[in-house]
């Protein structure tokens, strides 16, 4: 063996094999589309919701087609722009529905409030000057009652001034005489209506 063959050996040893060439395929541009359907009833194919997505239009028979440039309306208020062969140049989603702010919520409790503390105040009034006219009634009562008693009073005087009569016939029995007289039982009367009137 000549040293050109030898070398020739080594080299084959420490060569990497050949491998044999990979058949590649042509990559299929395979998108995942999602069904919308736009304002006006037309159903739409839309493959990202995001610019640079397509969008074709679908027809009733199945058949796409790339949508018509302009401005386009889905049934939940996003706008979507699309330009030339169906991209989207612009996605404007619908803006959420305002709520009322936590002021409002609030003073229509604060309202609430008033309302009720007014209503109480009212009747509490209402409670007091219904208090108010039985006190009034009652010291009309008793006001009245008092001239009956000066009246009463007046008429005992009266008749306190009207000198007795002595009895035809004197008393057959000493016995029959024990007891407070007549005068004694009129005097009585009238302090008891006057430590009334003090009252």
Known sequence: MTPKEALEQ???LFAAPE????QVEP?????????????DGTKVLVSELEIGGMVSVLAEDGTSAPA????HKLADGTVITVGENG????????????????MEEMKAALAAIKSELEES???????????TAQIEQFRAALAAT?????????????LLDTPSVEPVEPARDKFEA???SRQDQITDFLKTIDQMKKK
């Open 68 to 71: 018509p440039a302009g401005e």
């Open 87 to 102: 991209t989207i140049q612009s996605v404007v989603m619908p803006e959420a529905p305002a709520q009322e702010p936590p």
């Open 19 to 22: 491998m044999p060439a990979a």
């Open 146 to 158: 008092e001239d009956k008693l000066r009246v009463m009073a007046s008429v005992m005087e009266g």
């Open 27 to 39: 990559e299929t541009a395979a998108l995942s589309t999602k069904e919308y359907v736009l304002e």
């Open 121 to 131: 105040n009212a009747a509490r009034v209402a409670a007091s000057e219904s208090f």
């Open 10 to 12: 080594i080299r084959s």
């Open 178 to 180: 024990i007891g407070p």
